[in-house]
């Protein structure tokens, strides 16, 4: 069975395991806009990202742009879709709307990106806790066959952001699950409604790295965890602070 942490040095929950091979299965499948092996090379290239040379001397630059080259690389995706991994893996604080314009004369589009966005997302969020636990990466998982679905969401809108999303006035009913039916939503949570996906997957996550979406609102909660929820956000600050994190 993958994902299996019985040799992990601490008790690890059974719901984070789940939760971890359900987001495996859900990379593996086709999504809206790439395929099943595509999604699956996502991940790949989302891993060897920080191996890049390229980008450790973009890292060390004043201005990333003042460096040209190529990726190394380890999979066949589109070179967009490479620069927007690599970017966001190893120099997120420093991308730019004018960067993003850039990909989609190269190829990229607005729902490539946020499906993209997702994966990485995800991936990040998993090997991370890997590495906390001194485990190995998961192998890949072996992607499915079958079409994009093209689907996108009704009630997408301006909202300030540099990609549409879903308003939470306006959201269908297939989607209704993303805000939970409330009027409001953080940013956080509809900035990648664009691929609802993308939204499913980073709460799944959050409901067992951090807290459900729902109780994050609520200084009370601490999602049944065996530490307090002043606690968990002195860790969560951390955490963020080394990863560049300033939301």
Same mark, same amino acid.
């Given at each position: 069975?993958?994902?299996?942490?019985?040799?992990?040095?601490?008790?690890?929950?059974?719901?984070?395991?789940?939760?971890?091979?359900?987001?495996?299965?859900?990379?593996?499948?086709?999504?809206?806009?790439?395929? #099943?092996?595509?999604?699956?090379?996502?991940?790949?290239?989302?891993?060897?990202?920080?191996?890049?040379?390229?980008?450790?001397?973009?890292?060390?630059?004043?201005?990333?742009?003042?460096?040209?080259?190529?990726?190394?690389?380890?999979?066949?995706?589109?070179?967009?879709?490479?620069?927007?991994?690599?970017? *966001?893996?190893?120099?997120?604080?420093?991308?730019?709307?004018?960067?993003?314009?850039?990909?989609?004369?190269?190829?990229?589009?607005?729902?490539?990106? *946020?499906?993209?966005?997702?994966?990485?997302?995800?991936?990040?969020?998993?090997?991370?806790?890997?590495?906390?636990?001194?485990?190995?990466?998961?192998?890949?998982?072996?992607?499915?066959?079958?079409?994009?679905?093209?689907?996108?969401?009704?009630?997408?809108?301006?909202?300030?952001?540099?990609?549409?999303?879903?308003?939470?006035?306006?959201?269908?009913?297939?989607?209704?699950?993303?805000? #939970?039916?409330?009027?409001?939503?953080?940013?956080?949570?509809?900035?990648?409604?664009?691929?609802?996906?993308?939204?499913?997957?980073?709460?799944?996550?959050?409901?067992?790295?951090?807290?459900?979406?729902?109780?994050?609102?609520?200084?009370?909660?601490? #999602?049944?965890?065996?530490?307090?929820?002043?606690?968990?956000?002195?860790?969560?600050?951390?955490?963020?602070?080394?990863?560049?994190?300033?939301?």
């Amino acid at each position: 069975m993958n994902f299996n942490y019985s040799a992990a040095p601490y008790r690890i929950r059974d719901d984070i395991p789940e939760a971890h091979r359900l987001i495996w299965k859900m990379i593996a499948k086709p999504g809206n806009w790439w395929k #099943g092996a595509d999604r699956v090379a996502i991940l790949s290239e989302t891993r060897h990202a920080v191996h890049c040379e390229l980008c450790k001397e973009r890292q060390a630059a004043l201005s990333p742009n003042s460096i040209k080259g190529e990726h190394a690389l380890v999979t066949n995706l589109p070179s967009p879709a490479v620069d927007a991994i690599h970017r *966001i893996v190893t120099d997120a604080s420093r991308l730019t709307e004018a960067w993003l314009n850039d990909l989609y004369t190269k190829g990229m589009t607005d729902g490539k990106y *946020i499906e993209l966005l997702g994966i990485v997302v995800a991936v990040i969020s998993i090997d991370g806790f890997h590495r906390a636990m001194g485990m190995p990466p998961e192998p890949l998982p072996e992607p499915e066959a079958g079409e994009t679905s093209g689907l996108r969401p009704e009630g997408l809108a301006d909202l300030g952001a540099w990609i549409e999303m879903i308003s939470p006035l306006k959201v269908a009913e297939r989607e209704s699950d993303l805000y #939970g039916g409330n009027k409001q939503a953080g940013n956080v949570i509809a900035a990648m409604s664009l691929v609802p996906d993308s939204v499913r997957m980073l709460k799944i996550l959050s409901g067992v790295h951090y807290l459900d979406i729902p109780d994050v609102a609520n200084p009370g909660a601490n #999602g049944g965890r065996s530490i307090t929820r002043p606690q968990i956000e002195l860790i969560a600050g951390r955490v963020s602070s080394l990863s560049d994190c300033f939301y």
